[in-house]
């Protein structure tokens, strides 16, 4: 069974930075894409990343390409996502998911329902 746990949110000032991490069980890392999707009030689940876990090739949405950065531990099973240069809209609850990959990772990015498993969730909050 897949499981995958997030953790390192919290609250954070405009401009500051924080690390998510998601610790996976229960598959075979190198057959895998994990995402990162977050979700603020009132709002559709979006994506944030996408990553091969394979050869750790990441896809980014627009919205966080050049302030975030995922990265894969496969030794630890763990996904990061560093996020730099935190801004207010950057205010949601993040989601790591999991799933086989037979689609490319900007498919998936775009396409939150069609990920196999998710977490519990770590929420973000970034004060102006």
């Known amino acids: 069974e897949v499981q995958l746990v997030e953790s390192g949110g919290g609250l954070v000032q405009a401009g500051g930075s924080l690390r998510l991490s998601c610790a996976a069980s229960?598959?075979?890392?190198?057959?895998?894409?994990i995402g990162w999707f977050r979700q603020a009030p009132g709002k559709e689940r979006e994506g944030v990343s996408c990553?091969?876990?394979?050869?750790?090739?990441?896809t980014y949405a627009y919205s966080v390409k050049g302030r975030f950065t995922a990265s894969s531990d496969n030794a630890k099973n763990t996904v990061y996502l560093q996020m730099n240069s935190l801004k207010p809209e950057d205010t949601a609850v993040y989601y790591c998911?999991?799933?086989?990959?037979?689609?490319?990772?900007?498919?998936?990015?775009?396409?939150?329902?069609?990920?196999?498993?998710w977490g519990q969730g770590t929420l973000v909050t970034v004060s102006s």
């Open positions: 990553t091969s876990l394979s050869d750790g090739t990441t």
């Open positions: 998911a999991a799933v086989r990959a037979y689609y490319s990772r900007s498919y998936y990015l775009g396409a939150p329902n069609t990920m196999d498993a």
């Open positions: 229960g598959f075979t890392f190198d057959y895998y894409t």
